[in-house]
């Protein structure tokens, strides 16, 4: 949970500002502030691909006992971490208000492309899938707290 704060934090800081123009049906904006809104995103993917590597290296080193629990933590926490690293962001950019058609306003941050929200789950389940894969660890998976029998 505290990740996801910072990360929406950090996104609200390192996201440009997008500036817009007030019209009479709702906000019209050029091509530099589409391209700023495509920054926007790929400054939340490429956080939440940083805090996927950063936490599938640390569980996949840290929680080898049990893999797959590990894969689906960090998919949901993941997941869960990003929905709330957009909420503040959202929260602590700017709001838009019945301003004067003409005018020009900051645009809130918003998350154009919700795929993003999948960069740090995903990339954070390939980092434990390779570190599980390119592992030589030979001792057995725990499974319901307790070792498997195997009758010799």
């Keep these: 949970m505290v990740i996801g704060l910072l990360f929406g934090a950090a996104w609200w800081v390192l996201s440009p500002d ?4 007030v ?10 502030e589409a391209r700023q809104m ?4 790929a400054v939340f993917t490429l956080l939440g691909a940083a805090i996927g590597v950063v936490l599938g290296v640390v569980f996949g080193m840290r929680h080898r ?26 929260v602590l950019g700017p709001s838009m208000g019945d301003e004067e058609p003409g005018t020009r306003v900051e645009l809130p941050m918003e998350l154009e492309a919700p795929a993003a929200l999948f960069a740090w789950p995903i990339v954070a389940v390939v980092v434990v899938t390779i570190i599980s894969l390119l592992r030589d660890d030979r001792s057995p998976w ?10 010799r």
């Design 142 to 151: 725990v499974w319901n707290g307790r070792r498997p029998h195997h009758p």
């Design 23 to 32: 019209a009479e049906n709702g906000v019209a904006g050029t091509l530099a």
């Design 18 to 21: 997008i500036t817009g123009e």
């Design 38 to 41: 495509f920054d926007q995103v």
């Design 65 to 90: 006992r049990r893999p797959v629990t590990t894969l689906l933590a960090l998919a949901m926490a993941g997941l869960g971490g990003s929905l709330l690293a957009l909420g503040v962001g959202i």
